[in-house]
């Protein structure tokens, strides 16, 4: 299918959402990226078999060059998903980290949009962020007087994504403590 036209990838996207509907317990896709997940070795060569096999049927091919079977871990739309973990991609962080201070309210937008991609990863993140938020009102175009406070808020997203977070699956054989993250400056109204 031609991406230059309008509606390509949500068309292929919904292409392959109808295409892995019956694996849904452990395929993904989004656009023509698919992951496969498995508890085994075992399951996950029946499930790949079973994708290639649907794809296959579906007339699409694969590009042998951009796939990887059987990892522990992956890249997957800015995370790395594996082994019961969640975490952000390195390269991803890196660009939250060397972003540059924001000049207008365009940009401080364009970083609260890169930052907040990876908000479940820091905690009171709306809290953390409202300064920078409030900071947002008005046209977009718009200079923003830098001041000591929108520093310190800009520094602390950046410095929160470099600690390495990473979310794991719940283990309900261990203990574990819940901590809820409500805050009356993130919700809405």
Request: contains cysteine; proline residues 6%.
């Amino acid at each position: 299918m031609p991406f230059g036209l309008n509606r390509a990838a949500a068309t292929f996207q919904q292409l392959m959402d109808h295409l892995l509907k019956e694996h849904h317990e452990y395929a993904a896709a989004y656009i023509d990226d698919v992951v496969i997940y498995s508890v085994s070795w075992k399951d996950h060569l029946g499930h790949v078999r079973a994708i290639l096999k649907t794809l296959e049927g579906a007339r699409l091919t694969v590009n042998p060059g951009k796939c990887a079977f059987g990892q522990n871990e992956v890249a997957y739309l800015g995370y790395v998903v594996g082994n019961g973990r969640l975490k952000p991609q390195i390269d991803k962080v890196k660009a939250v980290r060397d972003h540059p201070a924001p000049t207008t309210k365009r940009q401080v937008r364009q970083f609260l949009g890169l930052a907040g991609y990876y908000r479940r990863f820091i905690p009171r993140f709306a809290t953390i962020a409202a300064p920078l938020t409030d900071l947002t009102k008005g046209g977009p175009t718009q200079k923003v007087r830098w001041t000591p406070q929108y520093e310190e808020a800009f520094q602390w997203l950046k410095k929160a994504l470099t600690w390495t977070p990473v979310l794991a699956q719940l283990d309900f054989t261990k203990p574990f403590l819940v901590q809820t993250d409500a805050s009356n400056v993130g919700h809405s109204h």
